[in-house]
């Protein structure tokens, strides 16, 4: 069965949306393999987001990501990539469709990173990178 990794993003956990978020994967029939609330170190980020590094928003996007807890997830499913991505919406919270995770709780905070509440995996082989950085072993 298909698998992605999910980051509850520290904007979100701050915000108290942990739940929401699960509600939603839950309630769309995927299942949780794993999950765990920690706050990431800047290595493992520069290690997550490698295809972004010498990007403007490389540096804060980091500085976001471990300004907090995240609350990291394996869900599985049935073309989970592509249906959770469905479920998050576009990258920019302010035009993501309603009904999607980030169009319905997200908006532009005026702050240099794109805080959109969530990550999720944008191919199974990034998936499988990605589980394989944030639960080695899984
Ligand atoms: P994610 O990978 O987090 O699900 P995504 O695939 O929609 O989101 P990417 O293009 O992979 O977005 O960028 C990763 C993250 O970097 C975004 O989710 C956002 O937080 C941040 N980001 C992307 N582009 C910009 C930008 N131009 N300015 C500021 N932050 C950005």
């Not at 995770?101 to 944008?122: A, F, M, Q």
């Amino acid at each position: 069965e298909a698998r992605t990794l999910v980051l509850v993003k520290p904007d979100a956990v701050r915000r108290g949306l942990v739940g929401e978020v699960l509600r939603r994967i839950e309630a769309k029939g995927y299942t949780l393999v794993a999950a765990e609330l920690r706050t990431a170190d800047p290595a493992l980020l520069e290690e997550h987001y490698a295809e972004h590094a010498g990007k403007p928003f490389f540096e804060p996007l980091v500085t976001f990501m471990s300004s907090g807890p995240v609350l990291a997830a394996v869900v599985a499913g049935e073309r989970v990539v592509e249906g959770f991505r469905s479920l998050a919406g576009a990258t920019d919270p302010t035009s993501a469709a309603p009904g999607t995770i980030r169009g319905d709780l997200g908006r532009d905070w005026g702050r240099p990173v794109t805080e959109n509440l969530v990550h999720g995996s944008d191919s199974d082989e990034s998936a499988a990178r990605e589980i394989s950085l944030w639960f080695p072993g899984l």
